[in-house]
């Protein structure tokens, strides 16, 4: 499968502890996104990569979040000291000119 | 600031009828996206818009864009159960191409 795959698809975690989610884009894109959707919303942009580069970061992006890209091959999207306001799901996109989804990471915050 | 509004937000309509949905957007945008998302599930690619008068067709699903009244149309022509789904319009902004998403529109066809 050369789509774009996110792990874990659920995750469900405690307040106030760490998770991190991995993203592996479709292999000759450049381009990396990370989104947010909550329940009957659209996603919303949280940060952007071009290659290794962190390049655009959305204010939603608060301290508690962290991502990276090393090398320029797959994410990883750290959030710290998780809030039940977290729980979404994210989305992670990859692109050369069009933009492709993986299939999300659902969290929920208890 | 981009901002993309979808309308209607819900549309339930029967097989076999025609209808359309509506994207504005308020700036420039370089490039206009359909996707279509199914409970619980990620976004799928519908079409790419790329300048003013592009039309694209897939199927029942035709999409249109017009730059100069910031207005992209998705209309689907004798609808199937099957097209029941959410659909969102994205324009993309700057070089990064990064998406701002309309709110949605839930799609019911009901037989």
């Known amino acids: 499968d050369t789509g774009v795959s996110q792990n874990p698809r659920h995750k469900i975690t405690k307040r106030g502890q760490n998770v991190t989610f991995r993203c592996d884009p479709i292999?000759?894109?450049?381009?990396l996104y990370w989104y947010r959707q909550t329940l009957g919303q659209g996603p919303e942009f949280l940060t952007y990569?071009?290659?290794?580069?962190?390049?655009?970061k959305s204010r939603l992006l608060s301290d508690r979040f962290s991502a990276e890209r090393p090398k320029g091959s797959f994410s990883t999207l750290e959030i710290q000291r998780t809030e039940q306001g977290d729980s979404a799901m994210y989305l992670c996109?990859?692109?050369?000119?069009?933009?492709?989804f993986g299939q999300g990471t659902r969290l929920t915050v208890v | 600031e981009l901002k993309v509004e979808q309308n209607p937000l819900f549309l339930s309509m029967q097989e076999g009828k025609n209808y359309t949905i509506y994207c504005n957007y308020s700036?420039?945008?370089?490039?206009l996206y359909w996707y279509r998302q199914d409970p619980g599930k990620s976004l799928e690619s519908l079409f790419v818009?790329?300048?003013?008068?592009a039309v694209k067709q897939e199927g029942r699903l035709m999409a249109s864009l017009d730059t100069k009244a910031r207005l992209s149309t998705l209309h689907i022509t004798a609808a199937v159960h099957d097209l029941s789904a959410t659909y969102f319009c994205?324009?993309?902004?700057?070089?990064?191409?990064?998406?701002?998403f309309g709110g949605g529109t839930r799609l019911m066809v009901k037989p």
């Open positions: 996109a990859s692109s050369f000119v069009e933009a492709f």
């Open positions: 292999s000759e894109h450049n381009r």
């Open positions: 990569f071009q290659n290794e580069a962190q390049l655009e």
């Open positions: 700036t420039t945008s370089d490039r």
């Open positions: 818009l790329l300048s003013n008068g």
């Open positions: 994205a324009g993309a902004y700057n070089a990064g191409n990064m998406l701002t």
